[in-house]
């Protein structure tokens, strides 16, 4: 678990880790990124991401960098 923390701090990841809820906004669902998450990545509003399951309890987000 050590090397997994050491590596994580390595590339900025650590600390990123986030548990939030799922908002309702019309009829859908929607995920809030903590601050952190949002700065991390880059992300602006109206940027562009691609949603996909990996499996039952894992989805996959990927910013496409288009914006709207």
Do not use: M
């Not at 548990?19 to 809030?32: C, D, E, I, P, Q």
């Not at 990927?62 to 709207?68: D, I, L, P, Q, R």
């Amino acid at each position: 678990l050590d090397k997994i923390d050491k590596s994580a701090k390595e590339k900025g990841l650590w600390g990123l880790e986030h548990k939030t809820k799922l908002n309702l906004v019309g009829n859908s669902l929607a995920v809030r990124l903590s601050k952190n998450q949002v700065e991390f990545g880059k992300l602006k509003k109206g940027e562009e991401v691609v949603v996909y399951p990996e499996s039952k309890n894992k989805f996959i987000i990927e910013v496409t960098g288009f914006k709207k």
